[in-house]
């Protein structure tokens, strides 16, 4: 897990000796079907009429075809918009890379909504 703190990005910092109050992310970890998934949006491909994309530059988005919801994020900006409104992040990380898959973690400027995607890559 060392591998994912150093990744990530944001106003973070550690601190020895304390238990760690994070919850367990395994789960999803474990799944590498793409999706979206926290408040405000979840959208996963498995759900059929769902598109995913990502650009050249690992830009990664989606959008539900049945009524527009979309979302896009630029890791190397740090940036995410949902529906074409910017959301404040606080911490955005590269959980872990494999076989083709890439799962990131977004903590939103609250501290409290934490958000995941999944991508192929």
Known sequence: ??????????????????????????????????????????????????????????????????D???FEYDPTAVSLTINGVALDLYEACLLQRRDNVEWHRLTLDDRKTTIFIVTDI
């Open 1 to 66: 897990m060392m591998s994912a703190a150093a990744a990530c990005s944001g106003h973070s910092v550690e601190v020895a000796d304390r238990p760690s109050s994070e919850p367990d992310i395994s789960p999803e970890l474990s799944d590498p079907s793409s999706r979206i998934a926290g408040s405000p949006l979840t959208l996963r491909y498995d759900d059929g009429g769902i598109l995913f994309s990502r650009s050249d530059r690992g830009e990664i988005g989606a959008v539900r075809l049945s």
């Open 68 to 70: 527009g919801v979309s």
